[in-house]
């Protein structure tokens, strides 16, 4: 089993930057495919970006890619998103996920293990 904690979230102005981490407890986190979604109010849970266990392959939605950026450290337990360029658009609930054997990396089903999710508000 794996728990997820996402850092806090933040309040950004529009071209602005902030880094979110999720900490992860459970001895095989290394052994998981990890990714970020992202829930705006009134819309459903969409994809942000997948990074696979070994941190070789990543894969971002296109609406990303280019300003966001996912890394993990697999000896501190930890997922990374660093989002740049921050639009309005952005603002959601961002949540990050683990998976073992992810085929689909878009798909949230894939994830079987959640965290609580932290908010990113950007201002225009």
């Known amino acids: 089993q794996v728990q997820l904690v996402e850092s806090e979230g933040g309040l950004v102005q529009a071209g602005g930057s902030l880094r979110l981490s999720c900490a992860a407890s459970g001895r095989a986190f290394r052994s998981y495919d990890m990714g970020w979604f992202r829930q705006a109010p009134g819309k459903e849970r969409e994809f942000v970006a997948a990074?696979?266990?070994?941190?070789?392959?990543?894969y971002y939605a296109e609406s990303v890619k280019g300003r966001f950026t996912i890394s993990r450290d697999n000896a501190e337990k930890t997922v990374y998103l660093q989002l740049s360029s921050l639009k309005f658009a952005d603002r959601a609930v961002y949540y990050c996920g683990a998976g073992l054997d992810v085929t689909n990396r878009a798909r949230s089903g894939e994830y079987g293990y959640w965290g609580q999710g932290t908010q990113v508000t950007v201002s225009s």
């Open positions: 990074i696979n266990w070994g941190a070789s392959i990543t």
